[in-house]
């Protein structure tokens, strides 16, 4: 009776930890990454490893050129193109544009006005008118000046023309218009080019 007890004594560990006790077995007890709650539905791993990632800083344009242009101020007035004032040799005729008002240069006299300009040219120019418009309003109908014509001549070169008949000490705007032929061949057009401020007679 005693010797059964001392083999259930030494069997006991064996029962209890089953094949796995003996050095010998192929089976061990089970790891987070083999054991039965780790495996998967092939008898694979179905642990999976993440790595935490790390930020980086936006991209950045490589030309060295800003995302987005710089604005600038270009205005809403178009810039005044200078003409040339005496005439040269590559000069070549243009086209008479009626599309702003210039400023007309004019030096007054007593009685009359001389006015000066730069004939542009064109094939279609006919020839030019100058006028003279009184600002020194008075009861009644204002005085017609009418308007004196100018056969245009070689182009690329400046012109005078004096307007005559004009009353001493009196304020007149001058204004010259072009008349140009219609390019469909039809009839011809007149156009205001220059125009002066206010210039008083003496």
């Not at 061990?28 to 999976?48: E, Q, R, Y």
């Not at 030309?63 to 040269?88: D, M, V």
């Not at 040799?89 to 730069?118: E, I, N, Q």
């Not at 006919?126 to 001549?153: C, F, M």
């Amino acid at each position: 009776m005693k010797h059964r007890r001392r083999w259930l004594l030494v069997l006991a560990p064996l029962l209890l930890t089953g094949c796995g006790g003996l050095g010998g077995s192929a089976t061990t007890g089970a790891s987070p990454s083999s054991g039965a709650a780790g495996a998967g539905a092939g008898g694979g791993n179905s642990w999976l490893v993440v790595e935490r990632g790390s930020p980086t800083p936006s991209p950045t344009p490589s030309s060295g050129i800003p995302p987005y242009p710089t604005p600038a101020a270009t205005g809403f007035l178009p810039l005044k193109t200078p003409q040339p004032t005496t005439p040269t040799p590559t000069c070549a005729p243009d086209t008479v544009h009626f599309s702003r008002v210039g400023a007309l240069a004019v030096t007054p006299g007593t009685t009359s006005a001389t006015a000066s300009w730069y004939n542009v040219g064109g094939y279609n120019l006919v020839e030019y008118r100058l006028t003279a418009i009184s600002h020194d309003l008075k009861v009644g109908n204002q005085r017609d000046i009418g308007w004196i014509r100018i056969k245009p001549r070689t182009a690329c070169g400046p012109m005078t023309a004096t307007i005559r008949n004009l009353d001493r000490k009196t304020g007149y705007v001058f204004s010259l218009d072009a008349v140009v032929t219609r390019r469909s061949g039809d009839g011809t057009h007149a156009g205001t080019l220059l125009r002066s401020h206010v210039i008083y007679t003496r």
